[in-house]
């Protein structure tokens, strides 16, 4: 143990020299680094698991109705705050800048149609349901030019930072940044489970529960499925619970994601990471365990408060090893699903699929810009022409992976209403006004520059040259 309190001693007089930093996070890292080296990142007692109850986690279709009144409606409106995180670049899809400025629909971008939502809400019931963008120090400088845009709207739209800290290396354990490496390779937003302390340190915290505010709804800025939701705030605020987890069906493309579970008496978050190795298969199965985290999550302003300020807040810390130019290097993350367990009342919402439509790659983009969807106030919202419940499964290649690159291989985006699947390979180029159904795998030989014609209907094929349209 002597090794880990001098590592611990050694990096506490290294950290304290990092001046590019607040007091607050050079506390919150020794304090995250410290939790890590005492080894509590405990795996759970497989047979203690218990699947929760109903009134855990609450069927979306028993949460009482809203009330007819607008006057009402204003009132539960005028206690919420929406929160989104802001601080992932869009680097998955080859953007530089924040991914909320990738235009999803209609030339209009993840952060036009959040505002657009709420500009609509406002509006409608009179109410001032603020915008809070919590960037990272990688997004915050281009978030800032671009909310200048928004500024003659009917929304106060705060932005504040998450903590920013110090990437470890492997090797000795001390700090990136105080061997030279001062960049931002340097430094590492610690995870969105640092939402609550940094919301705190902010100030911003205080400013609303003082305005009146009682819930903040957070979620991914890039999941279009997370709009706000009446029947959950009403259900919160009568019931006085401290937090609420969206959850969904699993389906067989979201084995990975976390999923709620009663233990000890207690709800909480089991992400893959936790499970014991003979279990994993278990856990992926869709029999066991039925639903899993959509990340959009409700919280009390005042639980928040309390919890932080009793440094109450231990999530499951998230090693995550990286590589900085050959160096092996640490960051340790928390995620703000893992919160519930710590939270009074805390439940789970079993809500529709519709309410998670995260956009991760550009095979995402190409179901969110076809006709499979509709853009209604901001809202996107699914084709009911669209008779099969699931989306469609699209594998796209390499050649796709980055925005530029989707966008100049289709003169349009295809129809694709009744796709089952479509998987494309190689250098594949797409007429205008193409339709797509059943099961379409296109392939282009290798130096070979496939184009499908404008007006193309593809059903049920198998496309392995221009022979085959």
Same mark, same amino acid.
């Given at each position: 143990? @002597?090794?880990?309190?001098?590592?611990?001693?050694?990096?506490?007089?290294?950290?304290?020299?990092?001046?590019?930093?607040?007091?607050?996070?050079?506390?919150?890292?020794?304090?995250?680094?410290?939790?890590?080296?005492?080894?509590?990142?405990?795996?759970?007692?497989?047979?203690?698991? #218990?699947?929760?109850?109903?009134?855990?986690?609450?069927?979306?279709?028993?949460?009482?109705?809203?009330?007819?009144?607008?006057?009402?409606?204003?009132?539960?409106?005028?206690?919420?705050?929406?929160?989104?995180?802001?601080?992932?670049?869009?680097?998955?899809?080859?953007?530089?800048?924040?991914?909320?400025?990738?235009?999803?629909?209609?030339?209009?971008?993840?952060?036009?149609?959040?505002?657009? #939502?709420?500009?609509?809400?406002?509006?409608?019931?009179?109410?001032?349901?603020?915008?809070?963008?919590?960037?990272?120090?990688?997004?915050?400088?281009?978030?800032?030019?671009?909310?200048?845009?928004?500024?003659?709207?009917?929304?106060?739209?705060?932005?504040?930072?998450?903590? #920013?800290?110090?990437?470890?290396?492997?090797?000795?354990?001390?700090?990136?940044?105080?061997?030279?490496?001062?960049?931002?390779?340097?430094?590492?937003?610690?995870?969105?489970?640092?939402?609550?302390?940094?919301?705190?340190?902010?100030?911003?915290?205080?400013?609303?529960?003082?305005?009146?505010?009682?819930?903040?709804?957070?979620?991914?800025?890039?999941?279009?499925?997370?709009?706000?939701?009446?029947?959950?705030?009403?259900?919160?605020?009568?019931? /006085?619970?401290?937090?609420?987890?969206?959850?969904?069906?699993?389906?067989?493309?979201?084995?990975?994601?976390?999923?709620?579970?009663?233990?000890?008496?207690?709800?909480?978050?089991?992400?893959?990471?936790?499970?014991?190795?003979?279990?994993?298969?278990?856990?992926?199965?869709?029999?066991?365990?039925?639903?899993?985290?959509?990340?959009?999550?409700?919280?009390?302003?005042?639980?928040?408060?309390?919890?932080?300020?009793?440094?109450?807040?231990?999530?499951?810390?998230?090693?995550?090893?990286?590589?900085?130019?050959?160096?092996?290097?640490?960051?340790?993350?928390?995620?703000?699903?893992?919160?519930?367990?710590?939270?009074?009342?805390?439940?789970?919402?079993?809500?529709?699929?519709?309410?998670?439509?995260?956009?991760? @790659?550009?095979?995402?983009?190409?179901?969110?810009?076809?006709?499979?969807?509709?853009?209604?106030?901001?809202?996107?919202?699914?084709? /009911?022409?669209?008779?099969?419940?699931?989306?469609?499964?699209?594998?796209?290649?390499?050649?796709?992976?980055?925005?530029?690159?989707?966008?100049?291989?289709?003169?349009?985006?295809?129809?694709?209403?009744?796709?089952?699947?479509?998987?494309?390979?190689?250098?594949?180029?797409?007429?205008?006004?193409?339709?797509?159904?059943?099961?379409?795998?296109?392939?282009?030989?290798?130096?070979?520059?496939?184009?499908?014609?404008?007006?193309?209907?593809?059903?049920?094929?198998?496309?392995?040259?221009?022979?085959?349209?």
């Amino acid at each position: 143990m @002597a090794t880990d309190a001098k590592k611990l001693t050694h990096l506490k007089s290294a950290v304290a020299g990092l001046n590019q930093i607040s007091e607050n996070e050079k506390n919150g890292f020794i304090n995250l680094v410290a939790r890590y080296l005492s080894g509590e990142a405990e795996h759970v007692e497989w047979s203690k698991i #218990q699947t929760p109850t109903d009134e855990v986690v609450v069927p979306y279709d028993s949460l009482a109705p809203t009330p007819d009144d607008p006057a009402e409606t204003k009132k539960l409106l005028d206690k919420l705050v929406v929160l989104k995180l802001n601080g992932g670049l869009g680097t998955t899809m080859g953007c530089t800048g924040p991914k909320s400025v990738i235009e999803v629909r209609n030339g209009l971008t993840f952060l036009d149609l959040i505002v657009i #939502q709420i500009e609509n809400l406002n509006s409608k019931y009179g109410c001032s349901v603020p915008l809070l963008l919590m960037n990272s120090f990688n997004t915050h400088d281009d978030t800032q030019k671009i909310v200048e845009k928004y500024a003659n709207s009917n929304i106060d739209i705060h932005t504040f930072n998450q903590s #920013q800290y110090p990437r470890l290396v492997v090797d000795d354990f001390m700090p990136l940044p105080s061997k030279g490496n001062t960049g931002k390779d340097g430094w590492y937003p610690p995870g969105h489970g640092d939402v609550f302390p940094s919301l705190k340190n902010s100030g911003k915290l205080d400013a609303l529960i003082s305005q009146g505010k009682e819930y903040v709804f957070v979620a991914n800025s890039d999941n279009l499925g997370a709009v706000v939701d009446l029947k959950i705030l009403h259900h919160l605020i009568q019931n /006085k619970n401290g937090y609420c987890m969206e959850v969904t069906p699993k389906t067989l493309a979201d084995v990975k994601g976390g999923t709620l579970i009663s233990y000890e008496g207690k709800v909480q978050l089991l992400e893959i990471a936790q499970v014991p190795d003979e279990h994993v298969n278990e856990f992926k199965s869709i029999e066991k365990f039925k639903i899993f985290n959509t990340n959009n999550l409700w919280v009390n302003l005042k639980e928040i408060k309390r919890l932080v300020e009793a440094d109450a807040l231990r999530m499951e810390i998230i090693p995550n090893p990286k590589e900085v130019d050959g160096i092996k290097v640490l960051q340790l993350e928390t995620a703000a699903g893992a919160a519930i367990r710590f939270f009074d009342h805390a439940i789970g919402t079993n809500v529709p699929r519709s309410r998670f439509l995260p956009v991760k @790659a550009t095979s995402d983009l190409l179901l969110v810009q076809s006709d499979l969807y509709t853009l209604v106030d901001g809202f996107v919202l699914r084709n /009911k022409a669209r008779t099969n419940p699931a989306n469609p499964s699209i594998e796209l290649g390499p050649e796709f992976k980055k925005v530029g690159n989707f966008l100049s291989r289709f003169k349009s985006i295809p129809s694709i209403i009744e796709l089952d699947s479509l998987k494309v390979t190689g250098d594949v180029w797409f007429g205008a006004g193409v339709v797509l159904k059943g099961k379409v795998s296109i392939t282009a030989k290798p130096g070979v520059k496939l184009e499908i014609p404008d007006g193309a209907v593809l059903e049920n094929k198998d496309i392995n040259g221009p022979e085959d349209l």
